[in-house]
């Protein structure tokens, strides 16, 4: 068995999530002619939980492909994908400042789910796991709202905020996993590993 894992994720919280679990591991990105984006694109009238598990498995399929295209020593394949849902509105990461904005409001003073599916492929088995997770905003005015996307920090994250970063002080309740609303939930992912055959 290999002593390391490949993270097919280009997020830096994802990284940093599996260097506290001590796991060693190797980045699988996407080559320049992929379009990583379009894997993420939601279906009509798909379900959150049923789009997050489909991303996710969409993007584990594409970092196989890309580990045998590469010729590359075989290893488990780590994938993770997280959304914010409010009912069944998804909320992904803003195209711009006014959509971080939208999203924001529409979130403000008001509790939603934030959903992380994480799989694991070793050779031609596959394992996976889900952590939704209910995160609680103040009411927040509209300055606030305006202050916080001009910081920049929203860019990339799905539902426009960093439940790490500054956002933190909107935050008045977090039920289930800090890791998983960060992107990989660190419990679910140890399972997965173990499932897998990796020793953690």
Excluded: W
């Excluded at 789009?51 to 780590?78: G, I, M, Q, W």
């Excluded at 939603?112 to 927040?140: C, K, N, P, W, Y």
């Excluded at 001009?150 to 996993?177: D, L």
Aim: glycine share 8%.
């Amino acid at each position: 068995m290999p002593d390391f894992v490949y993270l097919a994720s280009q997020s830096p919280r994802r990284r940093q999530l599996l260097e506290q679990l001590g796991v060693p591991y190797e980045l699988l990105l996407p080559d320049a002619e992929e379009d990583a984006e379009a894997l993420e694109v939601m279906q009509t009238g798909e379900a959150p939980l049923v789009y997050v598990k489909r991303v996710t498995a969409l993007k584990l399929d594409a970092a196989v492909a890309r580990l045998k295209r590469r010729r590359l020593p075989a290893a488990p394949v780590l994938c993770s994908d997280t959304t914010v849902a409010q009912g069944r509105t998804v909320f992904g990461k803003p195209a711009d400042g006014q959509d971080a904005e939208r999203m924001l409001e529409a979130l403000s003073g008001s509790t939603h789910r934030v959903l992380t599916a994480v799989a694991v492929q070793r050779g031609g088995r596959r394992f996976e796991a889900i952590s939704v997770s209910r995160v609680s905003f103040d009411a927040m005015t509209r300055p606030q709202i305006r202050a916080y996307v001009a910081t920049g920090e929203p860019m990339g994250k799905a539902g426009a905020y960093a439940v790490q970063g500054r956002f933190a002080m909107h935050i008045s309740r977090i039920n289930g996993s800090y890791s998983g609303i960060m992107g990989l939930p660190l419990q679910e992912t140890a399972h997965v590993l173990r499932a897998a055959g990796y020793k953690i």
